[in-house]
């Protein structure tokens, strides 16, 4: 079965740093993984996705996310963080078989100034 | 484009009380998917419509626990017998039917999810 890990529960960052949240996947075949951001009390919003194709993908809020299926790692990435940034960050495969779609435990982002 | 719409936002509910949850996914989208989110943890899968089918529920939680989608429109999700253990966030997804495309089909967007507090 498809699945993520996500590395690092929280992830601290001073404001105007690097962001890296870190995924790594597990399937037996080539999978549909997303980032999804949830800001508190308030539902999921998709940030990227990877599908098939360019392995590097940009998503909203200038984060982007590169495919790497050597490394099995799908980590999300931002070159300068912004307060509003701060949000917990879900990583998630889609099962290939199913409809579902199966997350990690989140990363929680805090960005100080 | 409305978004997919979830109702109530919170409930509060004694022990052992039946508790429903309603979702109305984005108009035009014809599959439709209930989570369970747990503090600190991602959303947990729970079941899945296609139109008012409902092709996946092996994986709610226990027989307490059913949705329906009597029209391929709106979707309730019912707990009977509530126990502390179902206090949770349960949030509703919706996507595009396959005719739209590989990719479209893939995206689920979710609502902002109903709060669920058993007391």
């Known amino acids: 079965a498809q699945s993520v890990t996500q590395l690092g529960s929280h992830v601290s960052v001073s404001e105007g740093a690097l962001v890296l949240l870190r995924c790594n996947y597990s399937s037996s075949v080539p999978p549909y993984l997303f980032w999804y951001v949830q800001y508190p009390n308030q539902g999921l919003q998709l940030l990227l996705k990877?599908?098939?194709?360019?392995?590097l993908v940009k998503g909203i809020n200038g984060f982007e996310a590169e495919f790497k299926k050597s490394e099995t790692s799908f980590h999300l990435t931002k070159p300068s963080a912004h307060m509003s940034d701060a949000a917990e960050y879900f990583c998630?495969?889609?099962?290939?078989?199913?409809?579902?779609?199966?997350f990690g435990k989140g990363t929680s982002l805090l960005v100080t100034p | 484009d409305t978004g997919v719409s979830q109702d109530p936002r919170h409930k509060i509910t004694k022990r052992g009380q039946n508790v429903t949850f309603r979702c109305d996914p984005i108009s035009e989208h014809n599959r439709l998917y209930w989570y369970r989110q747990t503090l600190g943890q991602g959303p947990e899968f729970l079941t899945y419509?296609?139109?008012?089918?409902?092709?996946?529920k092996s994986r709610l939680l226990s027989d307490r626990f059913s949705a329906e989608r009597p029209k391929g429109s709106f979707s309730t999700l019912e707990i009977q017998r509530t126990e502390q253990g179902d206090s949770a966030m349960y949030l509703c997804a919706s996507s595009l039917p396959a005719i739209q495309g590989l990719l479209a089909k893939n995206i689920q967007y979710f609502g902002a999810g109903t709060r669920l507090s058993v007391l």
């Open positions: 990877y599908t098939t194709g360019a392995t």
């Open positions: 998630a495969v889609k099962e290939n078989s199913g409809y579902a779609l199966n």
């Open positions: 419509f296609q139109n008012e089918a409902q092709l996946e």
